[in-house]
């Protein structure tokens, strides 16, 4: 039973390359999240999916873009990558009715260089 | 602007002893969730509390909600090292809303 999976795990990129960040869950959650973590900063909200087909802007989505491809599987894009984008991302999922009760992956690390 | 303070933001103790970590607001949630994470993983949630006034204990760890809903405290009783790792309030204000404080990260030495 792997709960919430991410990868990768680890990737650096140049400024301006695009890439996907690819979370799925086995844990039949209707919402998903992808929060960034920054030190000091605490986790921030990019985008949120509270169910398939849907998808909302959380509190830092600029230069971001997601997909909710079906219940499992939500991906978060960077068209092109910029160095403030430096950061540990996670995808994390939940139960409608209990909103802050969230599980998380284990992160990706992005460094952009 | 932090909706969500914690303090200390940093806390290294000896083995044994007792601490408190506080989150506060000047807002209102409808409920509060502490988390525990440790390097290179993602946040564990440990308790959610939604009352006002609400004490819940988790072994050696005691939760309360602020009256008004506003803050937070989590003390640990008799530390140990597996209690060392960063910890985060998060509070709640309806459906998908949830804010995170900025953490404190706990060290209990041996």
């Known amino acids: 039973n792997a709960g919430v999976t991410q990868t990768p795990k680890f990737q650096v990129l140049k400024t301006g390359q695009s890439m996907t960040l690819q979370c799925a869950q086995d844990?039949?959650?209707?919402?998903m999240y992808w929060y960034r973590q920054d030190p000091g900063m605490g986790l921030r909200l990019i985008y949120y999916?509270?169910?398939?087909?849907?998808?909302d802007k959380g509190e830092v989505p600029n230069g971001y873009n997601v997909s909710r491809l079906n219940k499992r599987e939500f991906s978060l894009r960077l068209e092109s990558a910029a160095p403030s984008q430096t950061s540990v991302y996670f995808c994390?999922?939940?139960?409608?009715?209990?909103?802050?009760?969230?599980?998380f992956g284990e992160g990706s690390r992005l460094t952009v260089l | 602007t932090q909706l969500l303070e914690q303090s200390p933001q940093f806390l290294s103790i000896q083995e044994g002893e007792n601490l408190t970590v506080y989150c506060n607001s000047s807002?209102?949630?409808?409920?509060l969730q502490w988390y525990r994470q440790e390097p290179g993983e993602g946040p564990v949630l440990l308790v959610t509390?939604?009352?006002?006034?609400e004490v819940k204990k988790l072994k050696r760890l005691t939760f309360q909600f602020g009256d008004a809903r506003k803050d937070s405290s989590l003390h640990i009783t008799a530390a140990q090292p597996g209690d060392t790792g960063l910890y985060l309030c998060?509070?709640?204000?309806?459906?998908?809303?949830?804010?995170f404080g900025q953490g404190t990260r706990l060290t209990i030495n041996p």
């Open positions: 994390a999922t939940g139960v409608r009715g209990a909103p802050g009760e969230l599980f």
């Open positions: 844990m039949n959650h209707n919402s």
């Open positions: 999916s509270a169910s398939e087909g849907t998808t």
């Open positions: 807002s209102v949630f409808s409920s």
């Open positions: 509390v939604v009352t006002g006034g």
């Open positions: 998060a509070g709640g204000r309806g459906a998908q809303k949830l804010v």
